[in-house]
């Protein structure tokens, strides 16, 4: 017994030396959905054990994959947005110098509401003044506290609804997107905000009126069924898989569907990106066949596995340009986001 | 009757306040017995259709080229209901059995979740033109619902109809297993040193609060102590039942800790004074006679507490043990996840299917917590002595 015990603690101590033959994944819990099906495809299909994929929130992924470079670290982490500054700076101290950023698809964000309702147009910037914590005043020439309350005090054309409206929580990647595309977006380039110094402004109201309601997007989904004048916010997926009980809202003209979100006509969606960390490629032989069949047309294409959960694909240029960029093992670097980050600005 | 010396004008509102304190706790246990029958109801209903799986009968033709292009060991038609999830094991089944290769047979194969919504009556996505191939192979009797036993063969999938529970019930066992090795002996043998051989002092008093105060820490708290202690200081591996026990052990110490000193602080003080009398140390008394006597309290206590960490989610998070972890896992040093967290998992998917399977896993961890109580109660009943 004492033996037995004793080789099995050499063996836990001897564990992180020896080269790994599974894969870790960590990350971004819309990613989580994809990066889990091709998980189970890549253990099925391959003679590796099955990645183990945790979902942690880009953020908590980022923190996870940036913490070193030992075999205990994951290899690939998962994100709904680009890595920050600050995360890539975190990578460098700490050794982790060589990292792959490879762009698989699209995700739209959707504005959804109970199907027996009667169909409504949005816009961006109605979307804006319904639910921004300040909001320009009447006159246009100073910003005011929120206090819409109907939607027809936000755009004459809209009907007299309440204006409520259920969303994920701070903590999501979800919001953050959101928040970027609808508020910011459009707050950086109108006069009022400038002037107040509120530049990129991007306060979601707190009076109750947008409506917090978890990570979980089930859960939305269920509340609408529940309260028909509300509206939620939520991922493309799940309105894809309940069109039964809930229907999109047009925004800006354009239906929340598969093609309009990857021609970028429908304005909320965003890019999603797995991170590679390239010095575990040699220690974790797995690493290259996971990525070549993660990033398979027919995995990630447009009549790929991963559209029927949801991914909205990218075209075949794109899809080459990402399997050339895990091919090189090219690393990014600092001045390159830096670069990226003042285009868009 | 005012004549009456014992009349007391008060009796009657005295009464009638006594019957309504009845009537209230009354109102009360309803109550709660009301949200006990309606949860159970809607689980139990959820979850029933979760019992059946859709099955269809195809002709499966097993050549190179399904080898490769799996999809087209199955006639056109049938592609779109028959599981992708068995498509994709033709490969190993022909390696297994190098025999199937040019043969052709029929076969009873896993449908798609879709088609297994549909023949439950459920919200599905199915064009017109499927749902018409479907009903037709209905007429023909070569579709039909049989007994989910995937359910309880595989692990965790992204395809629906391919998802299952085994691997999240060897991880949840493995993970009991290592937290009652080390918080059983550990806990018993501190509360034998506080009850038997301590000295009542301000040093004992102050473990006593310690303990007292630890069973009442938020359960993520001993996961942060998990993370930062047994991965990043002992680089112990993540998401392994491994850790994940060494946690719960550190969350179930207390409750063992204190029940078991209730039980052996219930063994009357006569039987160690007769141990005295006749000439046995310490160390017999509490070997062969106050430990075996106080046994059965102290296992009921060790039960509960085992049955609060079955339950627990909130530490394992932190850990890396809700993760999507298909395999079952062979060792406590691979990855598993558990059976609350698998639960977590299937009620975040999209996909429709998964809502049945989310009530039956929460069926199956309340089957297993309601035996584990009745285990409880049934060695007190047992081997409890009154004295």
């Not at chain 1, 819309?30 to 890549?42: I, R």
């Not at chain 1, 960390?277 to 027919?298: G, R, S, T, W, Y």
């Not at chain 2, 999507?324 to 059976?339: G, K, R, W």
């Not at chain 2, 698998?342 to 035996?371: C, D, H, N």
Request: net charge neutral; hydrophobic share 45%; charged share 20%.
């Amino acid at each position: 017994m004492k033996k037995l015990f004793f080789a099995f603690f050499v063996l836990l101590l001897c564990q992180p030396a020896f080269a790994r033959e599974q894969i870790k994944v960590v990350g971004s819990s819309t990613v989580y959905p994809f990066s889990s099906f091709v998980a189970e495809e890549f253990g099925s299909v391959s003679r590796y054990p099955t990645p183990i994929v945790e979902s942690t929130g880009t953020g908590g992924g980022m923190k996870l994959f940036c913490s070193g470079n030992g075999m205990n670290t994951p290899d690939i982490t998962n994100a709904s947005r680009r890595i920050k500054i600050k995360e890539l700076e975190l990578c460098q101290r700490n050794g982790v110098s060589n990292i792959s950023e490879v762009m698989f698809g699209y995700d739209g964000i959707v504005i959804a509401q109970n199907v027996d309702k009667d169909p409504i147009e949005l816009t961006v910037r109605d979307l804006l003044l319904a639910l921004a914590k300040m909001v320009p005043n009447k006159s246009g020439n100073g910003l005011v506290e929120n206090t819409y309350e109907y939607w027809d005090e936000v755009n004459p054309d809209l009907p007299r609804r309440k204006i409520k409206v259920y969303g994920p929580p701070v903590s999501s990647g979800t919001r953050d997107a959101f928040e970027e595309i609808v508020l910011q977006y459009q707050t950086e380039g109108m006069k009022v905000y400038r002037d107040a110094g509120l530049k990129g402004y991007r306060l979601i109201r707190t009076d109750g009126l947008y409506i917090p309601s978890g990570e979980n997007d089930n859960l939305i989904v269920q509340k609408l069924t529940k309260d028909k004048d509300a509206f939620g916010i939520f991922g493309y997926s799940f309105l894809a898989e309940n069109s039964d009980i809930i229907s999109g809202i047009n925004i800006n003209g354009y239906k929340p569907t598969s093609e309009n979100i990857a021609s970028k006509k429908y304005p909320i969606s965003r890019s999603l990106f797995i991170y590679v960390k390239n010095d575990h490629i040699k220690e974790v032989p797995a690493m290259e066949e996971f990525l070549a069949m993660f990033l398979d047309p027919a995995i990630i294409g447009e009549e790929g596995l991963l559209t029927e959960i949801g991914l909205i694909p990218m075209d075949e240029g794109r899809i080459d340009a990402a399997m050339e960029r895990v091919d090189s093992k090219e690393s990014i670097t600092l001045d390159e986001l830096k670069l990226a980050l003042r285009d868009l600005e | 009757m005012s004549n009456n010396p014992f009349y007391d004008p008060s009796l009657k509102h005295r009464h009638r306040s006594a019957y309504m304190l009845k009537l209230l706790s009354r109102l009360s246990i309803l109550f709660t017995l009301g949200f006990l029958l309606f949860f159970l109801f809607d689980m139990v209903r959820t979850a029933l259709p979760a019992t059946w799986q859709a099955y269809v009968q195809v002709e499966v033709s097993y050549s190179e080229r399904a080898k490769k292009f799996t999809r087209t060991a199955v006639p056109k038609e049938y592609r779109k209901v028959v599981s992708r999830a068995w498509l994709r094991n033709i490969p190993r089944q022909m390696e297994e059995d190098p025999g199937l290769l040019g043969t052709t047979q029929l076969l009873w194969v896993l449908a798609d979740d879709q088609v297994d919504q549909y023949l439950k009556g459920h919200y599905h996505n199915l064009k017109e033109k499927e749902i018409a191939f479907i009903e037709r192979l209905k007429t023909e009797n070569t579709i039909k619902l049989d007994w989910n036993g995937v359910f309880f063969n595989n692990g965790d999938s992204k395809i629906p109809e391919y998802a299952g529970i085994r691997s999240a019930i060897v991880g949840s066992v493995l993970t009991m297993l290592v937290t009652m090795a080390i918080a059983f002996p550990i806990g018993v043998m501190t509360a034998v040193y506080l009850e038997e051989f301590a000295k009542d002092n301000a040093f004992t008093h102050f473990i006593e609060v310690n303990i007292n105060n630890l069973a009442a820490i938020p359960s993520i708290l001993f996961g942060l102590l998990g993370l930062s202690v047994f991965i990043n200081l002992f680089g112990l591996p993540r998401s392994t039942p491994l850790v994940g026990g060494m946690t719960l052990a550190l969350m179930t110490l207390p409750i063992i800790i204190v029940s078991a000193r209730a039980a052996l602080r219930s063994v009357p003080a006569s039987i160690r004074q007769a141990g005295y009398g006749l000439g046995l140390t310490k160390l017999d008394i509490v070997k062969d006679h106050v430990v075996p006597i106080a046994m059965p309290g102290i296992l009921t206590g060790s039960i509960i507490g085992l049955a609060q960490a079955i339950g627990e989610t909130a530490p394992l998070i932190i850990i890396g043990m809700i993760a999507f972890i298909p395999d079952t896992p062979q060792s406590i040093v691979e990855a598993a996840t558990v059976l609350p967290a698998q639960v977590f998992t299937w009620a975040g998917m999209p996909e429709r299917a998964y809502v049945e399977k989310t009530a039956a896993g929460i069926i199956v961890i309340l089957v297993i917590l309601i035996s584990l109580n009745a285990t409880a109660i049934y060695l007190r009943k047992k081997y409890e002595t009154k004295w």
